[in-house]
């Protein structure tokens, strides 16, 4: 599975690529910092999953979500946000999971096993 990785802490990114190069089957195809290159490296590379950063930009996400479906049709969109409560924004939004930037590991994995249906509960 290709993962790309969107998030403008770099930290972040690199925890997340830490624990993601641990499970198989998992490759990060490609990261990002900010959206106008999120978008054009998504388009790109096509990943099988997108890993965003909720806050990753001043634009509403809401707003870039119908555009990522165009761009990526086939993409996963798994959303992180450190704010509970963009959940069910981002979730009416259309994204396929959300995960809180708060979470242990163990269900970071477990959410992308979720989306791709591929989860256990």
Same mark, same amino acid.
């Given at each position: 599975? +290709?993962?790309? &990785?969107?998030? @403008?802490?770099?930290?972040? #990114?690199?925890? =997340?690529?830490?624990? &993601?190069?641990? $499970?198989? $089957?998992?490759?990060? %195809?490609?990261?990002?910092? !900010? /959206?106008? !290159?999120? =978008? *054009?490296?998504?388009? +790109?590379?096509?990943?099988?999953? &997108?890993?965003? @950063?909720? $806050? =990753? ?12 479906? +165009? &761009? ?13 409560? %963009? ?5 009416? %939004?259309?994204?396929?999971?959300? /995960? ?6 163990? +269900?970071?994995?477990? %959410?992308?096993?979720? *989306?791709?249906? #591929?989860? $256990?509960?």
């Amino acid at each position: 599975m +290709k993962i790309f &990785l969107a998030d @403008d802490q770099r930290e972040v #990114r690199w925890g =997340l690529r830490i624990l &993601l190069e641990q $499970e198989n $089957e998992t490759d990060i %195809a490609g990261e990002a910092s !900010e /959206l106008t !290159e999120m =978008l *054009v490296e998504a388009q +790109k590379i096509q990943p099988d999953m &997108l890993l965003l @950063d909720w $806050e =990753l930009s001043n634009v509403r996400m809401s707003d870039i979500i119908p555009v990522l479906r +165009k &761009l990526c049709p086939k993409t996963k969109i798994l959303v992180m946000s450190g704010r509970p409560e %963009a959940q069910s924004v981002a979730m009416s %939004a259309g994204v396929d999971g959300f /995960l809180s930037k708060g979470d242990q590991p163990e +269900k970071v994995i477990e %959410a992308i096993n979720n *989306v791709f249906g #591929r989860g $256990e509960g």
